[in-house]
């Protein structure tokens, strides 16, 4: 999606600079996280998920002076392993930017809270913070950018691999992420089985066929059919009779939507657009998937957080790389 939507939005109240976040008592230099991802274009995309450093900065200055709002959680106590107790409101000394990228770190490495203690010598309870903190406000700010594109918007970048299905408006597939429960108490507790300590949440995600994710749904339960996540999402009200929507994994869902359904997976015709179609289909979400916090267990201290964990980890492939697909032109 071109970045260039932000400048729609106000992110921030115009007036004077506001004043520095206080910032921890520093007890040795440390080495910037930027110097750390950024050793080759291969780190960057390890790390960060974004395609060069370039796309990185990039992103970063769209979103830098709207960081000055950013808050740490409100005062409570919270103990670690150790029963050692820390006070969440307490700041890091780190600058906004290595914040930013240690937490985009996390949903592209997948790393647990003891992987990065010992990669980047950061407490886990420290990140655990700051995992909480970005993800509220990246979860505001994203969220408030418009990303369901009208029918001309789809049209203008639509993909050669769809010159069959150019009726086709958003590619419809579902998500999955695990959650770790902490106890019986815990709020994530009512979605999962009672006989585990993990449960599997799933969520609904539509995706331009150029590749721009458009929507993301709340996450439901394990109990929940995908068709009926599907019902819960959000999405149907966003649909039209005009409008065309391609599944990229079957599901029913004809008696549920205003509009046609494409099940280009079910098709008999093996030809050569069908098999670049699908090979384009899987590419959309390999995009979303990629990020290995979709391979791990949400760990409880920061599971309060994994609606928003879920949709910034999609949203943010708008900004990560460029579209799929070369557009064409439909009186071709």
């Known amino acids: 999606m071109d970045t260039a939507a932000f400048a729609d939005h106000n992110y921030y109240r115009q007036g004077p600079a506001p004043a520095p976040r206080p910032r921890g008592r520093r007890t040795e230099p440390r080495r910037s996280v930027?110097?750390?991802f950024s050793q080759s274009p291969e780190d960057v995309q390890f790390y960060t998920g974004f395609s060069s450093i370039e796309h990185l900065m990039a992103f970063w200055r769209l979103i830098e002076r709207a960081?000055?709002?950013v808050g740490w959680p409100e005062r409570t106590n919270s103990s670690d392993a150790a029963g050692n107790q820390e006070d969440l409101s307490s700041a890091t000394d780190m600058v906004p930017l290595d914040e930013f990228l240690l937490f985009v770190s996390y949903l592209s490495t997948g790393w647990t809270m003891a992987e990065l203690e010992q990669h980047l010598n950061i407490h886990n309870t420290t990140f655990t913070r700051i995992i909480i903190t970005w993800a509220n406000f990246l979860y505001g700010l994203l969220g408030s950018v418009?990303?369901?594109m009208t029918p001309e918007e789809v049209k203008a970048h639509l993909p050669r691999e769809f010159i069959d299905y150019v009726d086709t408006h958003v590619v419809i597939d579902w998500i999955e992420l695990h959650c770790q429960t902490a106890s019986p108490s815990s709020p994530q507790q009512s979605l999962c089985s009672s006989h585990t300590s993990c449960c599997?949440?799933?969520g609904i995600v539509g995706v331009a066929p150029h590749g721009a994710v458009m929507f993301v749904s709340a996450l439901c339960g394990p109990?929940?059919?995908v068709r009926e996540v599907f019902r819960q999402s959000g999405i149907i009200p966003l649909l039209s009779s005009d409008m065309t929507v391609m599944l990229n994994r079957s599901f029913r869902i004809d008696d549920l939507v205003p509009c046609r359904v494409?099940?280009?997976g079910e098709a008999s015709n093996d030809s050569k657009d069908q098999a670049a179609l699908?090979?384009?289909?899987?590419?959309?979400f390999l995009a979303i998937r990629e990020n290995k916090v979709f391979n791990i267990s949400i760990p409880p201290p920061v599971s309060g957080s994994i609606?928003?964990?879920?949709?910034i980890a999609c949203l943010l492939c708008n900004y990560q790389r460029g579209p799929l697909g070369t557009p064409f032109k439909q009186e071709d």
């Open 67 to 69: 960081t000055a709002s």
């Open 200 to 202: 599997l949440l799933k």
């Open 307 to 311: 609606n928003q964990l879920f949709t």
């Open 262 to 264: 494409h099940r280009p």
């Open 146 to 148: 418009r990303t369901w």
């Open 223 to 225: 109990s929940a059919s």
């Open 278 to 284: 699908k090979i384009h289909l899987e590419e959309l």
């Open 34 to 36: 930027l110097q750390r």
